[in-house]
């Protein structure tokens, strides 16, 4: 199991793919760790080479004191990609993964060929829900989080008709670091990018789910009126695209990265 020390912590990876041509880093979500993309994974390795790895706070990644924040969070991809001497890659980021190429397209354009924002949006408030939810699992622990996972994460039809893997998708959540996930919990509470994306210059691709109850539509929608010629592509899924249509997000992926 391949490690990097980066900054203050260890940070889980994993690479796959051709060796010579480009690098599209798959970032995830909240409270999962980097087998959420291995539907996706598979298919975009044929390819292009596909960088994975467990953000500070999730799977098998060490879990420092936080709160976090979408800067570090970042920042720790930054430094990833300069141990792995990637100076340029392209970006495909769920949720919170999402999150953070936004950051990084701002910050660090020089770092980014292309932008692929999956089922995510600029801001997410109201910031007393995130501490709310961080107060909960303080309090009662993952578990809290079960409900969540299986109402917000996942299209209802698709929890009907999946039930081992909606269960997969439940334990890796409950299994994911308590303090990671509230540190996380801080940094999207703090998160306001509304202002900062109309200045991303990256090619950029914004995939929504018609059923995501996390971000909706309209997150999405206003993400592809701030940024530049963004693309704008809707599945019919919930929250996690990369779950429940690895298939069709990994061939728009492909696509969108080889155009």
């Known amino acids: 199991m391949p490690f990097l020390d980066v900054q203050d912590t260890r940070i889980h990876f994993q690479v796959e793919g051709p060796e010579e041509g480009d690098t599209v880093v798959l970032v995830n979500s909240i409270a999962t760790n980097l087998s959420i993309w291995d539907k996706v994974a598979a298919i975009v390795a044929k390819s292009v080479r596909v960088l994975r790895y467990d953000a500070r706070g999730q799977g098998a ?19 990833i990609l300069d141990s792995l001497n ?43 829900s995130w501490d709310a939810r961080a107060a909960a699992v303080r309090e009662l622990g993952m578990s809290t989080l079960e409900g969540s ?46 202002r900062s994306i109309g200045c991303i210059s990256a090619p950029t691709l914004v995939v929504a789910g018609s059923q995501d109850m996390a971000t909706s539509l309209k997150d999405a929608q206003e993400i592809v009126a701030a940024v530049k010629d963004a693309e704008y592509l809707e599945f019919p899924c919930g929250h996690l695209s990369n779950v429940e249509l690895p298939e069709p997000l990994a061939k728009a992926i492909v696509t969108f990265l080889c155009a």
């Open 86 to 128: 990637l100076e340029k890659v392209h970006i495909c980021g769920l949720s919170l993964g999402a999150m953070v190429g936004m950051w990084i397209a701002t910050h660090h354009p020089e770092r980014l060929g292309k932008l692929v924002l999956c089922n995510t949006a600029a801001y997410v408030g109201p910031p007393a």
């Open 61 to 79: 990644s060490g879990v420092p004191e936080g709160p976090y924040s979408i800067e570090g969070f970042a920042t720790d991809l930054i430094a």
């Open 149 to 194: 996972v299986r109402s917000r994460w996942l299209a209802p039809s698709f929890v009907g008709e999946h039930e081992l893997v909606v269960t997969r998708v439940v334990d890796m959540a409950l299994t994911s670091p308590s303090e990671g996930y509230i540190g996380a919990c801080a940094a999207i509470r703090d998160m306001d990018q509304r």
